[in-house]
């Protein structure tokens, strides 16, 4: 069911934008009647991630240094495209770029939203298998350690609390449902 929006925009401004990111600040009305603003940030790029499985049951992990938590943090391989583009041709994309791998069979696992309270950001994460390993090629600003691993060690890194990455998070777990269904196609 399609409710209604019951937000009132009465301007928008705005704020800050580079070639990745625009952040509009909003003058509005809210669902209870008060006036307020709310700011948007606006992605320029479609998020990708990309969870690999082997023949034998393992993935890749990609570690990195994350600027905006000041951590380091274990990942599935993550990436964007431009809006618009084909997210698959991205996402292969992204897989060599990154690890170096290029795989055969490739399954949509699902979409979502990143972090709707404040963002638009919208991601596609796929599945990727009948790998072959070739020479990677990060960007400059990239300095990665790929890690290949058993899944089920994999999805344990999750429910420890040791990755957090929300694409990561939500295709593991996907992942170790169909696993543990027999539904992967």
């Known amino acids: 069911m399609q409710e209604e929006n019951p937000w009132k925009t009465l301007a928008a401004r705005p704020v800050y934008e580079n070639p990745w990111i625009e952040v509009t600040e909003f003058d509005v009305i809210n669902p209870s009647g008060g006036k307020g ?74 979409n979502m939203h990143l972090s709707n309270s404040v963002s638009d950001e919208y991601g596609y994460i796929y599945l990727a298998r009948e790998l072959s390993q070739h ?16 899944f089920e060690e994999v999805y344990r890194m999750v429910t420890d609390g040791c990755i957090t990455d929300s694409m990561s998070v939500a295709a593991i777990l996907k992942l170790k449902l169909l696993l543990d269904a027999g539904e992967l196609k």
């Open 37 to 110: 603003i709310y700011g948007k940030v606006h992605f320029r790029n479609t998020a990708l991630a990309i969870i690999t499985l082997t023949e034998d049951l393992e993935t890749h992990l990609v570690g990195q240094y994350r600027f905006t938590l000041n951590r380091y943090s274990w990942e599935i391989t993550e990436g964007g495209t431009p809006e618009g583009s084909d997210p698959l041709e991205g996402a292969k994309r992204e897989l060599l770029e990154e690890t170096g791998l290029i795989a055969r069979n490739w399954q949509l696992l699902f």
């Open 135 to 150: 020479a990677p090629h990060p960007e400059e600003t990239e300095q990665l350690v790929v890690k290949r691993l058993p």
